[in-house]
């Protein structure tokens, strides 16, 4: 009897074009869509850009971003599904693997177990999708009322509408 083959990882991703930046290098960057910095602003990347999601690790600074979950029995999910498992089934597998990169860019499989689930996913930009190490990590959108989000980003992120708007907040 033969093994069933190893799916290749697809970790999720949203495709958008915007800008990454802060008003120094101490503080949090936000992702800017659809506006233009302000000029005193920091900017680390701007262009087509990959936003990836990743997960606490429990008690650690890392977060992962999933590719491949072994769940008991040989079943191997990747992408949405993937996604979708982790956020709202994996407390019934919780010796389920999750194989991706970390956001350093670091190659790891851990358990689900091991995976602080309670705290809010982060949101990681990539300058490609075949990058495994995160050139940011950002804490909000801002984007005018008009600029159409991809909705996992809506979901994890503020979005405010002027980079005042967020500085105020």
């Known amino acids: 009897m ?13 495709a ?7 008003l120094d290098a101490d503080s949090p960057r936000a992702l800017l869509i659809g506006i233009d910095p302000p000029p005193d602003a920091r900017v680390q990347m701007h262009g087509d850009l990959i936003i990836r999601y990743g997960i606490p690790y429990l008690g650690k600074p890392h977060v992962i971003v999933p590719g491949l979950i072994a769940i008991d029995y040989g079943m191997m999910i990747t992408g949405d599904e993937a996604w979708d498992f982790l956020l709202n089934r994996s407390n019934l597998y919780p ?9 350093d860019g670091v190659d790891d499989m851990i358990t689900v177990k091991m995976l602080d689930l309670a705290q ?12 495994t190490h995160a050139a940011a990590s950002v804490i909000a959108v801002i984007a005018s009322a008009q600029t159409q989000l991809p909705t996992r980003l809506s979901r994890y992120l503020p979005r405010f509408e002027t980079w005042h708007d967020w500085q105020h907040a």
């Not at 010796?95 to 956001?103: H, M």
């Not at 809010?120 to 990058?131: C, Q, S």
């Open 2 to 14: 033969s093994l069933p083959a190893i799916p290749e990882r697809q970790p999720i991703h949203d």
């Open 16 to 22: 958008v074009t915007g800008v990454v930046a802060s």
């Open 95 to 103: 010796r389920a693997d999750v194989f991706g990169f970390r956001s």
């Open 120 to 131: 809010p996913v982060r949101v990681l930009v990539y300058e490609t999708v075949r990058a």
